[in-house]
């Protein structure tokens, strides 16, 4: 049981900071470094997502997978691992929608369309974050209980 919680939490830690580099570090100074230049900065966020899709995906599923298989070893406190659980399949939803309508969107996106495209992103992006930060911290409340 400690070593599915350790890659439980290892993964889940991995998807939040992952997402938490992106919003907080990345984004700002892409922004900030190509300035005005929207279709440099533009070009530059498609190469850095491009690829990652499946990965997070996997991920995604690895943390479902190892969470269920926790829950399986350990009944107490189902509640909050149904309600992680809840969590997690929201902010996959908010993935599905960003990696396959938002993107496309994007990338077909007038110079006009994509200021409001992008605070899109942030605001999903942010809504994920803490989603899967408020599903970490269950974990860690569920293990002090």
């Known amino acids: 049981m400690a070593i599915l919680a350790v890659v439980h939490a290892g993964l889940a830690a991995a998807w ?9 570090v990345v984004q700002p100074k892409v922004k900030k470094y190509f300035g005005a230049d929207r279709e440099g900065r ?3 966020t498609a190469v850095i997502a491009s690829g990652n899709r499946w990965k997070v995906v ?3 599923a690895a943390i479902a997978v190892t969470g269920v298989g926790m829950l399986l070893i350990d ?30 969107q994007r990338v077909f996106a007038t110079a006009a369309e994509l200021p409001v495209l992008q605070r899109r992103l ?4 942010g809504a994920m974050l803490g989603l899967a930060g408020l599903a970490f911290a269950l974990g860690v409340v569920a293990t002090h209980l």
């Open 122 to 125: 942030v605001k999903l992006a």
């Open 16 to 24: 939040v900071g992952g997402m938490a580099y992106s919003l907080f």
């Open 75 to 104: 009944h107490d406190h189902w509640q909050i691992h149904a309600i992680k659980g809840l969590l997690l399949l929201i902010a996959t939803g908010i993935f599905w929608y960003v990696s396959w309508r938002h993107w496309p």
């Open 42 to 44: 533009e070009m530059l």
């Open 58 to 60: 996997g991920l995604v």
